[in-house]
């Protein structure tokens, strides 16, 4: 029987403005499950894993890690340990003038030597295939080589679930197919937002939405496979 | 994002050990702060000419920082001399200029330029997370190391939305003039650039706690300070030995 990575139940948040973006969500997220999260701007996906990640406390509601119930907030301080989150934007996720330095910053943070860190980094760089990325300036990197090296960053505090929050949005298509390889690749669950049908189709298992802070789960909730035929298919183009 | 253009660099500067260089970089801000001698501010303004030469910083970026500093000295030249109190030295119009108001001009003028150069060659030239690093081991409170690298987070967050909206804005036909539509416009953008910066700070600090941040700075790099570190420690040291003395020369003359 799968452990549950993630247990939600009845978690609502409002933000101080008195936005309630969360209302009631239940989930259960199994170790080994890939899922998708569908919604329209707004409907709350983005608030709902910083919850997760006890980036935001819940003003209602109770959660558990692991099987774990959460007592105290500072409980919340080993969860990076387990779940890493990729961010919406990769800028927001680095910081470091050097991407081996980007990439280090978890593992030294989390007690690894610097020797250590700095074999991790490369390591789970070269993994992305991004050798040789080392020492680039992550502020002069392509929107794609910073996706990848964001995901780096999460990759290298080796988690055991990732959140993944739009993570081809911006991308082109071949290295949207890249990212589809190497998520396919991990030995990992996860759960991914995306407005992009396709890309969930070919990597999870199911799909849940989300609309207006409420999480449906349902069966009623069945993604129709968005296949085409390609009278061109050796001309790559994009579907809008 | 935080863009740190000098943070980058192999310069003899960028490769001098952190620490002696947020030490000295004090010492001298506090030095030129305190100094009232002209011939000191002087010396001290070619000593961190010295610096930025040896740093290798790329000249068009400099001045690019530099340009609000002039914009508010231009003004401090304008304003000064004609309302401070003292001796005469021409008139321009109704209004005496003041030997005192020139002089006080050309004080703020050197050591604002001495303090701000001295502090881009030693300290702008290592990443924040460096410099986080270097406070933490010289056992600079943890609040107040917090404190300053948000600061300086900020800054540099706030200058890059700040391109980022006035591009928009220029974009959709804006044309700075002096008129009410050009005020509002920059209230606007004002306004608009606060609250992203403190969004986006925001969303930096929660990606830095995402991945395990506790308050403490790591650094990959090991600190050592080699041979070389204490021969140009030592030189800059007595460098500002010198002005120091420049100093005090100065007092006792006066
Ligand atoms: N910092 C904030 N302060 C106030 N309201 C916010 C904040 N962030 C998001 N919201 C609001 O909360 C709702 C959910 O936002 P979000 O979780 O980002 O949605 P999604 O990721 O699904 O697009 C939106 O209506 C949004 O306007
Ligand atoms: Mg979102």
């Given at each position: ?13 409002t ?6 973006a ?6 259960t997220f199994?170790?080994?499950e890939r899922?998708g999260l ?7 996906k983005?608030t ?14 109770a ?6 119930p959460l ?12 779940i890493?989150?990729?961010f919406?934007d ?5 910081f470091?003038?050097?991407?081996l ?13 610097r ?18 990325f080392e020492?680039?300036?992550p502020h002069h990197l392509?929107?794609?080589?910073k996706r ?7 990759l ?10 739009e ?7 071949q290295?949207?197919?890249r ?15 995306s407005?992009?049908m396709?890309?969930l ?12 802070g ?11 496979r968005?296949v ?13 | 994002m935080?863009a ?8 003899p500067?960028?490769?001098?050990d952190?620490r ?6 004090t010492?001298?801000s ?9 011939p000191?501010?002087a ?7 010295i610096?930025v030469?040896?740093a290798?910083?790329?000249m068009?970026l ?20 004609l309302?401070h ?16 108001g ?12 001495a303090?701000?150069?001295?502090f ?16 933490n081991r010289?056992?600079a409170?943890e609040?107040i190391?917090?404190?300053?690298l948000?600061?300086y ?24 003039g002096t ?28 990606a ?5 941040f506790?308050?403490k700075?790591y ?5 050592r ?7 140009g ?14 100093e005090?020369?100065?007092r006792n003359?006066?």
């Open positions: 029987m799968p452990q549950p990575v993630i247990t939600l139940k009845g978690i609502s948040f933000y101080p403005g008195g936005k309630t969360l209302d009631r969500i239940d989930l199994y170790e080994g899922i569908l919604g329209p701007n707004g409907s709350g983005t709902l894993f910083h919850i997760i990640m006890g980036l935001l406390q819940p003003t209602s509601g959660m558990a890690f692991f099987g774990n007592k105290d907030p500072r409980d919340f301080k080993t969860i990076y340990r387990q890493g989150l990729l919406q990769a800028d927001d996720q680095l470091c003038p050097s991407v330095e980007d990439v280090a910053f978890g593992p030294l943070n989390m007690g690894a030597s020797e250590e860190a700095i074999r991790i980094a490369r390591e789970t760089l070269a993994h992305l295939g991004l050798e040789g020492d680039r300036f392509s929107g794609g080589e990848f090296v964001s995901l780096a960053t999460v290298a505090m080796s988690p055991r679930a990732l959140l993944l929050d993570p081809t949005t911006g991308l082109d298509a290295t949207r197919t990212l589809i390889d190497v998520l396919k690749g991990l030995d990992l669950s996860y759960l991914i937002i407005h992009d396709a890309f189709a070919e990597i999870t298992d199911k799909v849940y939405a989300m609309e207006k409420r999480l449906y789960t349902e069966e009623k909730v069945r993604l129709h968005h085409h035929a390609h009278p061109h298919g050796a001309h790559p183009h994009e579907h809008r | 935080i740190e253009p000098f943070a980058v660099g192999r310069s500067i960028h490769r001098m952190p002696p260089r947020v030490v000295l970089a010492v001298f506090f030095l030129a702060a305190l100094s009232n001698g002209i000191t501010l010396g001290g303004l070619a000593f961190s000419v610096l030469a040896a290798r910083l790329d068009g400099l001045v690019r920082r530099l340009l609000p500093l002039w914009g508010f000295l231009l003004l401090l030249w304008l304003v000064l001399p309302t109190k003292g001796e005469t030295l021409y008139t321009i119009g109704p209004l005496p200029a003041t030997r005192e020139l002089l006080l001009s050309a004080r703020i003028t050197l050591k604002s330029h303090i701000l150069l001295a881009t060659a030693w300290v702008a030239t290592m990443s924040f997370v460096t410099l986080g690093h270097a406070l010289l056992r409170p609040k190391v917090h404190l300053l948000l600061t987070r900020y800054i540099f967050v706030l200058e890059e939305e700040y391109g980022r909206l006035l591009r928009a804005a220029r974009l959709r036909g804006f044309q700075p008129n009410l539509h050009t005020y509002r416009t920059y209230a606007y953008l004002i306004g608009m650039l606060f609250l992203r910066a403190a969004d986006r700070a925001q969303r930096v600090h929660r830095m706690q995402c991945r395990g506790q308050g700075f650094s990959l790099y090991r600190f300070a080699a041979p070389s570190d204490w021969i420690g030592a030189a800059m040291t007595v460098a500002m030995i010198g002005l120091v003395y420049l005090w020369k100065c003359l006066s």
